[in-house]
């Protein structure tokens, strides 16, 4: 069964730096396509990074980009999220899934991923 874990959430203030980490239990995430996603208080779950199998797509969502970074850690067997200039839009709580089919690209739908951790918090606010 493919399950993930999220950490790394907490209290920062507006301009600001968090790095998030999803990680796995019984199998090795870089065999598999991760994405991050988030929901803000009152607002739908949306797409923030994804990042493929192969390591060869990444893929971020227009709020984020040019802020946020993915990437994986084998050695530690986890998908990070570096989140820098954080502002208080960014407020959410993150999740990490698995995309078990696709292994070249990467996508922020919902529907093709599985696993879902409990998800992380992050408050952006001065």
């Known amino acids: 069964q493919l399950q993930v874990v999220e950490s790394g959430g907490g209290l920062v203030q507006p301009g600001g730096s968090l790095r998030l980490s999803c990680a796995a239990s019984g199998f090795t995430l870089d065999h598999y396509t991760i994405g991050w996603f988030r929901q803000a208080p009152g607002k739908e779950r949306e797409a923030v990074s994804c990042?493929?199998?192969?390591?060869?797509?990444?893929n971020y969502a227009a709020s984020v980009k040019g802020r946020f970074t993915i990437s994986r850690n084998n050695a530690k067997n986890t998908v990070d999220l570096q989140m820098n200039s954080l502002k208080p839009e960014d407020t959410a709580v993150y999740y990490c899934a698995v995309d078990a089919v696709r292994k070249t690209l990467c996508t922020g739908r919902e529907s093709e991923y599985e696993g879902w951790g409990r998800g992380t918090h992050v408050t952006v606010s001065s």
């Open positions: 990042i493929s199998s192969s390591g060869g797509s990444t």
